[in-house]
């Protein structure tokens, strides 16, 4: 069994590695919502991480609405993005680029909207910790985070507010697959059945606010937590082609350098 996020299955399957999952062997994959399900028959997927705006409302009054307000004025020497060569840096960018006409095959609106946004700009976030650690000191009043992570701000107190953009937001999702030639592959049917099973299903959003990938019920205290929590926030789940979106890894991460650091 090997768990991995939406963009390393494509190496995955590639390397031709791991095995198909079919409802008949994980009877609970028929709850699985529209769109949360990426590669087919492969991979089972079981919770689901989104990165959008944030912003601190102690200090930003008028509200963050989408992706390309990174580029707003009142943002001068405030904001904070993920280091590009990261899966955080890819979700933002394919957000400003389609908000802008642009695709997974066309990120320049992207660049144009990263160089308007570089006056904004003080920190690349090295990792998920740091990039939580400037918004607790308030060292940053807005930036492109995950949304669990923007819960766990809010429950230290600190006033971080999740955008959630009406064009659509960008996620990666978790999966367990089937290793080919595991000696017990109905073991880990089983523990994927388990995953998306209402208990199962219900405890990394309880504990960490990572999304849900079934119809399973939200607990009302926990739903207006979730950022996909009706079936109105889920259908903005944007489709990604990640093997689109990674062909250009090397080149995006040059870029975002150049553009900022530059």
């Not at 144009?112 to 570089?118: F, I, P, Y």
């Not at 199962?200 to 079934?214: I, K, S, W």
């Amino acid at each position: 069994m090997f768990m991995a996020d939406s963009s390393y299955i494509i190496e995955l399957l590639k390397a031709g590695v791991i095995e198909e999952i079919k409802a008949s062997d994980v009877p609970n994959i028929k709850r699985i919502l529209p769109g949360f399900r990426e590669y087919g028959d492969y991979g089972v997927p079981f919770c689901v991480s989104s990165v959008v705006p944030v912003y601190n409302s102690k200090y930003i009054k008028q509200p963050l609405t989408s992706y390309s307000d990174i580029a707003r004025a009142d943002l001068a020497d405030r904001a904070v993005i993920p280091t590009p060569d990261n899966v955080a840096s890819a979700l933002y960018l394919l957000g400003l680029a389609e908000e802008n006409g642009g695709s997974v095959s066309d990120l320049e609106p992207a660049f144009k909207v990263l160089a308007a946004a570089k006056r904004n700009i003080v920190a690349l976030a090295q990792t998920t910790v740091a990039e939580l650690q400037m918004f607790q000191n308030e060292e940053v009043y807005a930036g492109f985070f995950w949304d669990g992570r923007a819960y766990e701000l809010r429950t230290k107190g600190i006033p971080i507010v999740t955008v959630v953009p009406p064009q659509g937001v960008y996620a990666t999702t978790s999966y367990v697959n089937v290793v080919k030639g595991m000696k017990y592959p109905e073991a880990a049917h089983a523990f994927a059945e388990q995953l998306l099973s209402d208990q199962g299903m219900l405890g990394l959003p309880q504990a960490l606010r990572f999304g849900a990938t079934t119809d399973v019920k939200l607990p009302d205290e926990l739903r207006q937590d979730l950022l996909f929590n009706s079936p109105e926030r889920n259908a903005l789940k944007k489709k990604i082609d990640w093997e689109k979106l990674w062909e250009g890894r090397s080149g995006r991460i040059e870029k975002v350098n150049k553009i900022i650091r530059s």
